[in-house]
C-alpha cells in the first residue's frame, strides 16, 4: 500500500498532469455531450398531408427555437434524409390516422425530438385536435433509450479511454526507478523481489482505479450521469482498471529508457480506445470493423456500460463482459511480472 501511495504522489509531481488527470476528461465530457445533443437545435423533416388540421400542426412544431423544422414532399425523400444523418428525425401527417415518428437508431438526437413531438401534440389535443395519436418507427434497431442524457453516452466512453492511457504514460514512473536504481537497491536490501513486484503491481493498479474512480464520481456530480447498477459499474471499473494496470505494468517493466514506453503509451492509449469504441460510439460502427473491436478491452468495457446504463442491467447481465476483462488482466499481469522480475534479478 505504501508503493501504491508513492506512485500516486510521483505522478502528480508532474503539475501537467493535474490537467490531464483531473481537468482534461471534465473538459471532454462536456464538449462531447454538447456535441451529442446538448443544447443543440433539432432538425425534424415534416410531410403533413392535406387537411387545416394537419396543417396547423406542422406549423405548431415549429414554433419553438429548441425544432427547426423541414418540409418535405413524400415520405420517401424524408425517410431517406433522416436515414442519411440530414436530418434528427421525420414526422409525417397525414390527414387521418396516426402521426408516424422516424427515427435513426444510432442518434440519440433522434430520439431526443420524441419529447417535442408529444408535448406538442398533447397541447393541439388540447386545442381541440382530437384523436391525435403518435406512432414511433425506427431505423434499425435503437441501442440509446429515449430521454438518456448526451453525457451517459460519453461519461462512461472516456473513463475508458482516460483509464487506459493514464495507465499506461503512468508507467513512465516504473521505468524512472529502474533507470535511478531505486528498485535496484531495494531488491539487493532485505526486502524480498515479491515484495517490490507486488508494490509495483499495486501502483499501477491504484493510479488506474484513481482516474476512473474520479471519473464516475465527478460525472454523476457535474453532470448528473447514472451509471446503472453500483455493484455492476464497481465491477466494471475495477475489472478495467486492472486491465489498465496490468498493461501499464508489461510496459513499464520492458524498457530502460523513457522515450520509447512514452510514445507507445500514446499510441495504444489513443489507438486502442479509438479502434474499442471509447472515441467513436461502438454502435457507429459496422462489419469487420465491430467485429476487430472486440479485440480492445475498451470494447467489452463499452458494451459492459451500456447494458448497466442504458438497458438496467445488472451484475448478472455483464458477467461474459467481466469475464473476459478480467482474463485480459491476468495475460497482461502475469507477463508484466515475469518482466519485472526477469529485469529485476537479471
Known amino acids: 500500500m505504501l508503493m501504491a501511495g508513492l506512485s500516486l504522489r510521483r505522478m502528480f509531481r508532474d503539475r501537467t498532469n493535474i490537467f490531464f488527470v483531473i481537468v482534461a476528461p471534465f473538459l471532454l465530457i462536456l464538449v462531447l455531450g454538447q456535441l451529442y445533443g446538448g443544447g443543440q437545435q433539432l432538425r425534424l423533416?415534416?410531410?403533413?398531408?392535406?387537411?387545416?388540421?394537419?396543417?396547423?400542426?406542422?406549423?405548431?412544431?415549429?414554433?419553438?427555437?429548441?425544432?427547426?423544422?423541414?418540409?418535405?414532399?413524400?415520405?420517401?425523400?424524408?425517410?431517406?434524409?433522416?436515414?442519411?444523418?440530414?436530418?434528427?428525425?421525420?414526422?409525417?401527417?397525414?390527414?387521418?390516422g396516426p402521426v408516424r415518428h422516424l427515427v435513426r437508431a444510432n442518434d440519440p438526437r433522434s430520439h431526443d425530438t420524441g419529447t417535442w413531438v408529444r408535448s406538442i401534440v398533447?397541447?393541439?389535443?388540447?386545442?381541440?385536435?382530437?384523436?391525435?395519436?403518435?406512432?414511433?418507427?425506427?431505423?434499425?434497431?435503437?441501442?440509446?433509450?429515449?430521454?438518456?442524457?448526451?453525457?451517459?453516452?460519453?461519461?462512461?466512453?472516456?473513463?475508458?479511454?482516460f483509464t487506459f492511457l493514464t495507465s499506461l504514460t503512468a508507467a513512465l514512473g516504473l521505468v524512472e526507478t529502474r533507470a535511478r536504481g531505486v528498485t535496484a537497491r531495494l531488491s539487493a536490501g532485505p526486502t524480498p523481489l515479491r515484495t517490490i513486484v507486488a508494490g509495483e503491481a499495486a501502483g499501477r493498479i491504484a493510479i488506474a482505479l484513481f482516474q476512473?474512480?474520479?471519473?464516475?464520481?465527478?460525472?454523476?456530480?457535474?453532470?448528473?450521469?447514472?451509471?446503472?447498477?453500483?455493484?455492476?459499474?464497481?465491477?466494471v471499473v475495477t475489472a478495467f482498471s486492472l486491465v489498465g494496470g496490468g498493461a501499464a505494468m508489461l510496459l513499464g517493466a520492458s524498457f530502460r529508457t523513457p522515450g520509447p514506453p512514452i510514445s507507445l503509451a500514446l499510441v495504444l492509449?489513443?489507438?486502442?480506445?479509438?479502434?474499442?469504441?471509447?472515441?467513436?460510439?461502438?454502435?457507429?460502427?459496422?462489419g469487420t470493423m465491430r467485429t476487430l473491436a472486440y479485440l480492445t478491452p475498451h470494447a467489452w468495457g463499452y458494451d459492459a456500460f451500456a447494458r448497466l446504463i442504458r438497458h438496467d442491467a445488472s451484475l448478472a447481465g455483464v458477467l461474459p463482459q467481466l469475464g473476459v476483462l478480467t482474463a485480459a488482466a491476468a495475460v497482461l499481469f502475469a507477463l508484466g511480472v515475469w518482466r519485472l522480475r526477469r529485469a529485476l534479478s537479471g
Open 45 to 96: 423533416g415534416v410531410v403533413s398531408g392535406p387537411g387545416a388540421a394537419a396543417e396547423r400542426l406542422a406549423g405548431a412544431l415549429g414554433s419553438g427555437s429548441r425544432v427547426v423544422v423541414e418540409r418535405l414532399p413524400d415520405e420517401a425523400a424524408l425517410r431517406t434524409a433522416v436515414e442519411r444523418g440530414r436530418l434528427h428525425a421525420g414526422l409525417v401527417i397525414p390527414g387521418s
Open 122 to 161: 398533447r397541447q393541439e389535443a388540447a386545442r381541440g385536435q382530437s384523436g391525435l395519436e403518435v406512432r414511433v418507427t425506427t431505423s434499425g434497431t435503437t441501442p440509446f433509450p429515449e430521454g438518456l442524457s448526451a453525457y451517459a453516452i460519453s461519461a462512461p466512453s472516456l473513463l475508458l479511454m
Open 212 to 235: 476512473s474512480l474520479l471519473i464516475m464520481v465527478g460525472s454523476m456530480a457535474l453532470f448528473g450521469v447514472s451509471w446503472g447498477d453500483p455493484i455492476g459499474s464497481l465491477a
Open 269 to 286: 492509449g489513443l489507438g486502442l480506445s479509438a479502434m474499442g469504441g471509447a472515441t467513436i460510439p461502438l454502435e457507429s460502427f459496422s
